[in-house]
């Protein structure tokens, strides 16, 4: 019996069991909010993953002793620069 | 922008977030998995492995079906798939909770064209009070697959047990059959069923003169549907009514209908 027809007839069988749904949606559609959630994923994983989200990314690698060039923290560096002129700007501007 | 200051972020990072770079820039599946620390998903899903499904499965819901299914598949063991098709689960599912509701005590279960005793799976794992059941059809090919669905049941002082009979010939009052063992050879044991259910009553040439061999005030469990369309279909009906005309009852429990796109199934509870 194909899988896709297992993972079917399992979540018309367990309609509350939601890791049924969750599985064939990951299988399915590869739908990467299933997969995270079926492996209960790490929070700050999944955000840093799905959402790209960059405080997630910096938890994640906390305590972490850095490593790389000078021109990638003076990237770093300005990046954080330009997002906090960034959001000066747009609060000035708001008042 | 973001991307490029993301990767500058990354090269801060010492080699063991190389997976983790990969994942946030490049979605990289693999590197996703690693991360997520879930083979058997990873198998699953990147490698359309089957093999790792039924670790998943058994991992959501303690179920044998998970067990049958698995067992079919290392052994490759052919079976008519259309007995776990939406339909067929779905008017079982149906039977399941109805008997629920109201909760009686089954008893010794015989159940008529058994087919591969799927229903005796689902009435096992369910929250029914169940003695035992013996699962009659006329095809002996279903007696093993039959087995395989229900095997914690087999083993379990054959609390479970398919039995190759024309349901014609089962006498309601008691009933002497036979029934094989593991060694090939066969045993004959004797019952008296308290619950005869029989959800393939379209299929059931001379109908009329199988439901009078039901003695009185047995409970029975009747399901029947619409589907014309099918030649063995040779007792099908229109209405629950209609149904209802040909399995009269002393005390009727429940009678409804469920419509599955294509047909409608009707189903009859209740004390002959």
Known sequence: METYKILDRFELMYPTNENFSDLRRAYIDRDMYSIFKISNADEELRKAVLEKN??????????TKIVGTVD????????????????CYLLVSKI | MLEQNLYSLFRLLPPSFEDLKKAVCEDNIHSIFRLLENDNLRKLIVNDNQWALYPLLKEYKNTNFVEALKYMFIEEIKFDEDCLSRGQLQSKIWLVQELEKISLDLGVVFLCAGWYGTLATMLFESKLSVGKIRSFDI????ETIAEIFNKPWVIDDWKFKPVVQDIHDINFEEHSYVVSKDNGEFEVLWDVP???????????????????????????VLQCNNYEEIEEHVNTHNSVESFASQ?????????GELDLQHYKRFMRIGFK
């Not at chain 1, 960059?54 to 305590?63: K, Q, T």
């Not at chain 2, 095809?139 to 279903?142: G, V």
């Open chain 2, 139 to 142: 095809d002996e090919q279903t």
């Open chain 1, 72 to 87: 990638d923290l003076k990237k770093q560096c300005w990046n954080k620069i330009f997002t906090v002129y960034l959001d």
């Open chain 2, 247 to 255: 399995t009269p009852m002393e005390t009727e429990l429940y009678n």
């Open chain 1, 54 to 63: 960059i405080h997630s990314i910096f938890r994640l690698a906390e305590g």
């Open chain 2, 194 to 220: 308290d619950t005869i259910i029989n959800t393939s009553c379209e299929h059931i040439e001379n109908f009329a003169d199988w439901y009078a061999k039901i003695p009185k005030g047995k409970l029975v």
